[in-house]
């Protein structure tokens, strides 16, 4: 990795950073690094605050713009995007499909499943999805998934863009120091009034 | 299963007792609990007062709303929605399917098949369903399964919002004992009088 | 099978044996019966007077009204329909297909083939139908083929509803005695002026 | 084969010998026949004059009326058609969608070929027809191969109905002696004129 | 093979020879013959002067024309077409594909491969091109590969209507003779002005 | 090859390295040669300054630029075009295909993967790309790829046209010698002013 990288890798796992530790809904940091991890140059790690055994569409929601942190700090920084981010950009899109398609969460869709999970047995063994709507509902997939995507990015960005200067304070030090702990990093990000919202619909009735 | 999770599931069960104990053609509440088995977080039983051969398309109907109980009860009180309901919506999304492609049950389509069943010979067996139809009629197909999952869920809705007390009253108190038997739930929920309007169409005649 | 159902299924069964004992190119009764056999809750047939080496156009399009005979039954005598009816659209579906794709029967889409069979060789031996055709044929088929399908499915109602009182006293009469051999059905439904029309086309030259 | 069959297949078989002795371009008849042969009711053997390695479009139409002439002679003398001419309709699709897509013998798609043949090695050997084109070409493909079916299905129904007195002649003589050899059936039919216009394509230069 | 075929064949062959003699991009004819070889009923042999590592698109359309030269000589002599011409429209579609979607000729569609080469791997190796492309895309290939073919054949035609004097004195002396040499054949077709005016563009600059 | 050929490979190549060399984010010229290696005819290498982990969309757009550069000599020098260029077309295609879909680097479709890669297992190993969308982002996807390799493609051209005189004069060069070390190119076409711009969004902060 050379010099340039490294500073693009930093402002980007900063951008996970900051947006988890801004939405209510989203886990706090336990450590920001940009030492390489495998394929990845750099990770972010957070974690709930107890184990979780639903997922509910506003938390998947703010998991998703989480994960688009770090293309949103590359596009609020520089005036270029890289391929740091396909992974996220991977995973956030199974994440938006499958809230789409698996767990019923578009209004437009409905309480429904699309497309059937199919076991084919050859050698072998293999899950494939066979797609069993019309080409309608096909778009109307696509237009849900992607409008929750650009949703999700477009919180990120207006995350950061708030938070501009933290971003490159903190950046600017992950840089020197290489890792920084769950108490180094809430000493540079102290919890915002926002994310002390809590989770506010459970107390409602 | 944290607390706030115990809270989700107990009004999700409830909403499926309730919504079965008012619809005329479908089964009655045999016990609803709390307790997590296997994948699922709780369950509701619901048995049929006699042996079934035959499913009319009324009782499927009630089967339906039945399933969507949970997560209209989720609707209904909170403001989110969960993938607790996923399994309803997987199931309710086959039965919606099989009424429209293979009973013959959806008046614009007729009473026709959409769609061989095959039987592929590899080394394994396995038995798939091919598409033999154009995609006109692939969009009728999914038009008209999902007006049938939207009735199902806005029935098992119109259902909570008028019962609202009692779903509020029954999910506390398995909240705190964890199951009701059908003689709890009885006692709780007495039979409404449009459960006791009975299937009259065979004494129609 | 409960009570209910049982009277259901015999209309269902009085319903195949009054369509097939109307239409002048169907075949006469040889039995009807409420006793299961197999996946059947009972069953009614009805055997061609002699050989049949050629069928034509209106012979099959009275085997399908015979085929809806009992689903006709079933919506003509109480408000509801059932998934007794399942075994016969899947027949009635692959006949209408049939005379459209392989039969040449449909006035739009001419004395022509549509679609290929293909043996595929793997281990086990299969023949699959290949579609080789446009979409804009696709939809044309399924008009086609739903045309056919609703016009015998009007015909067989028409004919329960001309014949309504018969439909219920032999009903009525097979629920008590579960079985009606080609004799005890005749006496209780003498074959009716338009069945003795014969098949006149060959007759006319 | 019952008595009425019989009938039919007469018809049926005089009229694709009838059809193919009018035709400039089409084989002479070689013998007719009701006696069943395998699957068939009946057959009408022609031959050409001279060995032939070249086949000409004008060729091909004449052989597609010819083969239509038994399903045309049905729908000419009855008010019904029937199963019985399942092949022929089989064998004249192919040789239409071959003229179109093999041969470069429609105007509108032009000297080139459509679709590609390939041959797929599993355990056994096959070969399939992959479509490479759009659907809009698929689409004007089906519409040159169904003009030219029903163009040669229309010439044959003309010839039909000009020489219908002999059709019905012929048949019946057919109906009697079960067989007509070459000399039997010349002698029933002379050769009419516009067959000895011969082919005049090659003399024109 | 018969006389009327043999004639045919003849014009068939001249006129490939013909059109590859007086383009400028295509090869010199080094032999005609009317002697059958394999499935073929006659040959045209044709070579470059030099080896060739690079084919340019200009030369593609002169190898185009070339091939299509034959069934351009059965539609200017005679009233009809014959399916001599199969293999050759198969090579040219081919070739216009190839231009089209492998080696990014179409301005249309720009410097761009179309469609996915694919190895699958089963008990026998096996080839196939993916299609990994819109159906609009797939619509723009037809018409730009159909558009390369009509010119192909236009050019065709157009060279033998205005040499149709000599097409039809050196057919007559190939039914004569069956065979002519490379030298017999520019006896009797000197080559064209229009042919010397070479490769032009390697000399622009 | 025969000597036109060598020509246009040696304009070819000089094109490759003319763009790559004014371009700011491709990599500088190692190498110039027109002495065949393996399928090609020559060659151009060019390597990065340092090692790179991140692709930015910039730099892989200065790359299909510089593929292109080759195709881009040919049209701007002679009035053809050639199949040198295919191997070099299909990479820049499967480049801006993966920007698009698997980077996230198409503004219209979003940070978002398109089509899911699949490992099918047979006796073999493949791995395949599913579809897992519509048609309609099929045609989006289509015209984002058609729209950077366009775009790359005039940038070449841009390039070529305004140095055209050093083009001519590398390329003659170029077929006399054959190969062109990095000096001597250098020495040739001294690095331009645009290049030195260097990657600003790096220093942008």
Redesign the interface.
């Known amino acids: 990795?050379?010099a340039?990288?490294k500073?693009?890798?930093a402002y980007h796992e900063v951008g996970h950073a900051i947006v988890t530790s801004v939405l209510p809904e989203a886990n706090p940091v336990q450590k920001v690094s940009i030492i390489s991890r495998g394929m990845a140059?750099g990770f972010t790690l957070s974690l709930p605050l107890?184990?979780?055994?639903?997922?509910?569409?506003?938390m998947l929601l703010a998991e998703m713009s989480t994960m688009?942190g770090g293309?949103a700090a590359e596009e609020v920084?520089?005036?270029?995007?890289?391929?740091?981010?396909?992974n996220?950009?991977?995973r956030?899109?199974?994440l938006?499909?499958r809230m789409v398609t698996?767990?019923?969460?578009s209004e437009k869709?409905?309480?429904?499943?699309?497309g059937q999970k199919?076991?084919?047995?050859?050698?072998?063994?293999?899950i494939?999805?066979?797609?069993?709507?019309?080409?309608?509902?096909?778009?109307t997939?696509?237009d849900e998934?992607?409008q929750l995507?650009?949703s999700a990015?477009n919180t990120a960005k207006e995350i950061l863009l708030k938070y501009k200067d933290k971003l490159?304070e903190i950046s600017e030090k992950l840089l020197e120091v290489e890792t920084l702990s769950k108490e180094e990093f809430d000493a540079l990000f102290p919890t915002p009034n926002e994310k002390n919202q809590g989770?506010?619909?459970?107390d409602?009735?």
């Open positions: 990795m050379n340039r990288e500073k693009i890798i140059g107890e184990d979780q055994y639903l997922e509910s569409r506003k688009l293309r920084m520089f005036s270029d995007i890289t391929s740091g981010a396909s996220d950009i991977e956030v899109t199974k938006a499909r698996r767990l019923g969460m869709l409905g309480p429904m499943v699309y199919e076991e084919l047995v050859f050698l072998g063994r293999e494939s999805e066979q797609r069993d709507y019309s080409e309608l509902v096909a778009q997939i696509d998934v992607h995507v650009d990015y490159i989770i506010p619909y459970l409602a009735i």
